[in-house]
């Protein structure tokens, strides 16, 4: 039986790139600092600029 609130990692990685670019957004594609995008998510710049990364978000997705 299928389990709707088991997500795959295809979709958590989805969930969190969504995420990320959302906040990039927010903070007009700012990672760090007080008004960053990793202040909004608690998380690290370091740790941020690590996902983008992984995640392969680009400059485009920030703006779309």
């Known amino acids: 039986p299928?389990?709707?609130s088991?997500?795959?990692?295809?979709?958590?990685?989805?969930?969190q790139r969504r995420n990320i670019i959302a906040a990039?957004?927010?903070?007009?594609?700012?990672?760090?600092g007080a008004s960053g995008a990793a202040a909004l998510l608690d998380i690290q710049?370091?740790?941020?600029?690590?996902?983008?990364?992984?995640l392969k978000i680009d400059r485009e997705a920030i703006k779309s």
Do not use: F
């Not at 088991?6 to 969930?15: K, P």
């Not at 710049?45 to 992984?54: C, E, N, Q």
């Open 45 to 54: 710049p370091t740790t941020l600029y690590s996902r983008i990364k992984a």
């Open 2 to 4: 299928t389990n709707a």
């Open 24 to 32: 990039l957004h927010e903070t007009g594609g700012r990672v760090s």
């Open 6 to 15: 088991v997500r795959t990692e295809a979709e958590m990685q989805e969930l």
